[in-house]
């Protein structure tokens, strides 16, 4: 427990152990789940809650600044289970506080605490929430990131509740970023957790932000990570989320390649169709990667940027390899649809990868390119000239 603010304090647990988030996201640095206590005259808010791991150690943090007094309302501005996941344990203790969040929200928390009878009050974008002398406004924003999801304006103390938006999973003893030691891998924690939960999100990024533009902040203060001050990193991660979120038009058309490659035939044909392409888009960004030899989340970044992108596949047991998997598991569902996309690869027996993946790529919405450049075994040149013709005709179908 620490006390940010006149009756204002930081109730949440550290979790540095951590190195994997949602089966997918690396977290090097651990992270923490933060709650928050305001205390105002007449009533006290808790905002947010805790994963249902450290039920304990939140409830223990409670403790220490409530005491033997019932906060009023738990605000949730988010029901994601690492936000919800100690609800229950909450509701247990204090059977009269009132659970504040979204309309959505109020329909998801039901399910994850099987409690369908739940004291819930639901607000909208504007509302205002009375603790007395502290007065709470309700910033609904919805896909930062979940349909759910709101901040929490404490207004006087301008301290802004951000849920997940400006959060990190990052995990030192000092709750507020200017006292962090590893300020840089801090930073590089921050910009990877944008990346992964806000990157897809462009458009709502921004609003996010025009919506929170207007008012003075204090004190940001996420889900997750450090408490961000003005002399700490809060204008510069405010404007590293306002430059990544802005959509750049670019002439140049970025067409990447993946591919695995078990004895290099794979390979070949990357590079005379990477030859391909360019000589029909000279200024292409055209760039061949060998998927196990790169960083995955670079790999994911590459793709999902792409105006177009191919994929090398290669046949083991009747599929395609586990790496083509893995990149395939960080596409943008979202933002992916009607991209164009390619096959190609050297197969031995049978070659069913092809299909499997283009199949998972049409799922995705993806415009799969209805050839594929398929060779049994070793190309010979005249096959590379031909994954060379292919290439020529995938570009010259994306310049349209």
């Not at 990877?192 to 919506?211: E, M, N, R, W």
């Amino acid at each position: 427990m620490k006390q940010l603010a006149p009756c204002v304090y930081h109730t949440g647990v550290f979790n540095p152990a951590m190195r994997v988030f949602d089966v997918i996201m690396r977290t090097e640095y651990g992270t923490s789940y933060n709650s928050y206590v305001v205390a105002g005259s007449e009533k006290t808010a808790v905002i947010e809650a805790s994963h249902a791991s450290f039920t304990e150690n939140f409830i223990s943090e409670l403790q220490a600044v409530l005491g033997e007094c019932a906060p009023d309302y738990i605000i949730l501005n988010h029901t994601e289970p690492d936000h919800s996941g100690s609800v229950n344990a909450v509701l247990e203790k204090y059977p009269d506080i009132q659970i504040v969040t979204t309309k959505a929200a109020s329909i998801y928390i039901k399910n994850i605490t099987n409690r369908h009878n739940l004291n819930i009050k639901t607000v909208k974008d504007g509302d205002i929430l009375s603790l007395g002398d502290k007065s709470l406004r309700f910033i609904v924003a919805p896909f930062l990131h979940w349909p759910d999801s709101m901040f929490t304006y404490l207004e006087k103390e301008n301290i802004l509740f951000s849920c997940d938006f400006f959060g990190a999973h990052f995990c030192e003893p000092a709750i507020y970023d200017s006292k962090s030691v590893y300020k840089d891998k801090y930073f590089e924690s921050a910009k990877y957790y944008y990346d992964c939960i806000f990157g897809p999100f462009p458009a709502h990024v921004q609003s996010g932000l025009t919506k929170i533009a207007g008012i003075p902040l204090k004190l940001i203060c996420p889900s997750h990570g450090p408490v961000l001050t003005p002399e700490g990193f809060l204008d510069k991660v405010w404007d590293f989320y306002k430059e990544s979120s802005t959509i750049k038009e670019s002439k140049i058309k970025r067409i990447p390649l993946f591919y695995c490659t078990a004895y290099g035939n794979t390979q070949r044909i990357a590079e005379a169709i990477r030859e391909g392409i360019l000589s029909v888009l000279p200024d292409g960004e055209v760039t061949a990667f060998n998927i196990i030899e790169c960083d995955q989340a670079m790999l994911a970044q590459r793709l999902n940027s792409s105006d177009a992108f191919l994929i090398g596949a290669l046949t083991i047991n009747r599929d395609a390899v586990p790496p083509i998997w893995n990149l395939l598991s960080g596409i943008d569902a979202i933002n992916i649809q009607k991209r164009p996309a390619a096959l190609f690869g050297s197969y031995g027996w049978s070659g069913e990868a092809f299909a499997n993946v283009a199949s998972r790529l049409s799922s995705l919405k993806c415009a799969v390119y209805e050839k594929q450049f398929k060779i049994n075994f070793v190309p010979t040149e005249n096959d590379l000239k031909d994954a060379a013709a292919f290439g020529k005709e995938f570009a010259a179908c994306v310049s349209k």
